[in-house]
């Protein structure tokens, strides 16, 4: 069964950072078709809609981000151990979310543009941001 498991979420004041992992497993993401997907991060408010995070390709070379989190989040990926990193820094309240890992089979162009394609999604981890 194919699963991703995110973890490094919690409690953090504005200003502070937090590593988001997030790890792949089962029989889809073996060997090396873990480096076939494109992966990314979505995140859902309370009230809110779930909404585009970050992406980035099999290769980890193109990466993309929403406006809101550009220049604070750097997203990246180790093939090698299945698991992708999202660095999280200069937190503000309105990062508060669950956030959720993906893996998506089209580009992270796509991810990152209709998130009605994506394959695979994890069960979240919720980070909050205290003022």
């Known amino acids: 069964q194919e699963r991703l498991v995110e973890s490094g979420g919690g409690l953090v004041q504005a200003g502070g950072s937090l590593r988001l992992s997030c790890a792949a497993s089962?029989?889809?993401?073996?060997?090396?078709?873990?480096?076939?997907?494109?992966m990314g991060w979505f995140r859902q408010a309370p009230g809110k809609e779930r909404e585009f995070v970050a992406a980035?390709?099999?290769?980890?070379?193109?990466?993309y981000y929403a406006d809101s989190v550009k220049g604070r989040f750097t997203l990246s990926r180790d093939n090698a151990k299945n698991t992708v990193y999202l660095q999280m820094n200069s937190l503000k309240p309105e990062d508060t979310a669950v956030y959720y890992c993906?893996?998506?089979?089209?580009?992270?162009?796509?991810?990152?543009?209709?998130?009605?394609?994506?394959?695979?999604w994890g069960k979240g981890t919720l980070v909050t941001v205290s003022s």
């Open positions: 993906a893996a998506d089979s089209r580009t992270a162009q796509a991810m990152s543009a209709r998130l009605e394609g994506v394959d695979y």
């Open positions: 089962g029989r889809t993401f073996s060997g090396l078709t873990f480096s076939t997907y494109a």
């Open positions: 980035i390709d099999w290769g980890g070379r193109s990466t």
